[in-house]
Nanobody, 126 residues
Framework: QVQLVESGGGLVQAGGSLRLSCAAS????????MGWFRQAPGKEREFVSA???????YYADSVKGRFTISRDNAKNTVYLQMNSLKPEDTAVYYC????????????????????WGQGTQVTVSS
């Protein structure tokens, strides 16, 4: 069982930055792929970024070059550094963990992840 707790959300002006953190419980954190997803009002949850246990990273096209995912296995924590924020980045951001068998594109899908945090609100004002 893995419990995930996100933090770091808030209100920021367009062009600003935020860093989200996701603290995980459990002794096998390093074996999990970790993902960030977001959900805006009235929209489906969408993939933002993921990082494998080995450190491979994946990004949605909409955030490439602006967001950076990283992990600290010693602290059981994954981060999402968000720069050059835009109003369209406004959403609830969710952290997720999974260790299902990989297939091409799997990290982009919610089905890859077994555990989810409660979410943290990010609001970007124009």
């Amino acid at each position: 069982q893995v419990q995930l707790v996100e933090s770091g959300g808030g209100l920021v002006q367009a062009g600003g930055s935020l860093r989200l953190s996701c603290a995980a419980s459990g002794r096998t954190f390093s074996s999990y792929a970790m993902g960030w997803f977001r959900q805006a009002p009235g929209k489906e949850r969408e993939f933002v970024s993921a990082i494998t246990g080995g450190g491979n990273t994946y990004y949605a096209d909409s955030v490439k070059g602006r967001f950076t995912i990283s992990r600290d296995n010693a602290k059981n924590t994954v981060y999402l550094q968000m720069n050059s924020l835009k109003p369209e980045d406004t959403a609830v951001y969710y952290c997720a963990a999974g260790n299902r068998p990989y297939y091409p594109g799997s990290y982009y899908n919610t089905e890859m992840y077994d555990y989810w945090g409660q979410g943290t609100q990010v609001t970007v004002s124009s």
